[in-house]
């Protein structure tokens, strides 16, 4: 089993104080967020989506790159992919995003999705998000990268089989799809093993998270619908069923890595890093001990 750690869940370390903390927690490799932060918060408490220290720029020299990449092999660790928040259409920053991949030795990428709000039809993005990938595919082709559209709650590619219908046709070399249950709670969900059936050679990457839906108001009158919230839980904690969709992944006879993105902010990021591995060792080695 291989573990891995999307950096975005780290807020609080720096990329060279993630390596030893990962090191420590049994982590195997990295995958590193990647944008552009705002000078106007730089000295905002650290957070997942805003003052994020653990964040590479798009922009990084090749020598910072370099260093990294020495640093994390010196670790025993490797980097796994590069995550950055890309446009669907934007192939020059795509191209850009490979560069950083490539001079980290990284294995994937994520691709830029459409997002859905209604104001604009789903065959229209979804032809939009399909051109734009096998553009993608070329230049990932071109440097030796995979590029991954992940399921993601807000965009055309909530679930397994809509994620498949932007992939589909292309080369599961260069292309694939990053699985996230966590993500598929808040919209998407659909049967696992079904999901993962569906995709086949598509699905290389899992990520591992967990969220459940709370109630904001109650109603007793049957005019005036409840309505209801969806927030972050523990990897334990929330609807995923992970030992569930960790026997669906084996067979499936999944072999790629486990990425925890774990927004709960129920643990430290060390103590979180150290939990999530003894948590896939345990459930993946029950399923084995089962069998």
């Not at 999307?6 to 609080?12: I, K, S």
């Not at 994520?110 to 939009?128: K, M, Q, T």
């Not at 309505?227 to 084996?250: F, M, N, T």
């Not at 643990?267 to 939990?275: A, V, Y």
Request: one cysteine or more.
């Amino acid at each position: 089993m291989i573990c891995s750690v999307f950096t975005v869940a780290t807020p609080d370390l720096s990329p060279q104080e993630l390596l030893i903390t990962a090191k420590n927690a049994g982590i195997d490799a990295i995958e590193w967020r990647c944008t552009r932060i705002s000078d106007s918060i730089k000295n905002d408490p650290p957070s997942f989506w805003g003052n994020n220290r653990c964040t590479l720029d798009p922009e990084s020299s090749p020598e910072l790159l370099a260093d990294l990449r020495a640093a994390t092999d010196a670790h025993g660790l490797r980097s796994l992919a590069v995550v950055p928040y890309l446009t669907c259409g934007d192939l020059e920053e795509t191209e850009r995003i490979l560069t950083v991949a490539s001079a980290l030795g990284a294995s994937y990428i994520r691709l830029g999705v459409p997002g859905y709000n209604g104001s604009r039809p789903y065959g229209e993005l979804l032809e939009e998000g399909r051109t734009y990938i096998r553009e993608a595919e070329k230049l990932a082709r071109r440097y030796g990268i995979k590029g991954l559209v992940e399921t993601h709650h807000n965009t055309i590619a909530p679930s397994a089989s809509l994620a498949h219908r932007l992939v589909e046709g292309c080369n599961p070399d260069h292309i694939g799809v990053l699985y996230d249950p966590g993500n598929l709670i808040h919209e998407g969900f659909e049967q696992y093993r079904m999901g993962l059936e569906l995709l086949g050679p598509y699905l290389a990457h899992v990520h591992v998270k967990n969220a459940g839906w709370t109630p904001v108001t109650d109603s007793t009158d049957p005019l005036e619908p409840a309505s209801w919230r969806c927030a972050w839980q523990p990897v334990a904690g929330g609807i995923v069923p992970w030992k569930q969709v960790l026997a669906d992944l084996k067979a499936v006879g999944y072999q790629g890595a486990f990425g925890i993105e774990d927004f709960s902010g129920a643990l430290g990021s060390s103590e979180m890093l150290q939990l999530f591995v003894r948590q896939m060792h345990a459930w993946w080695e029950e399923l084995h001990t089962s069998e």
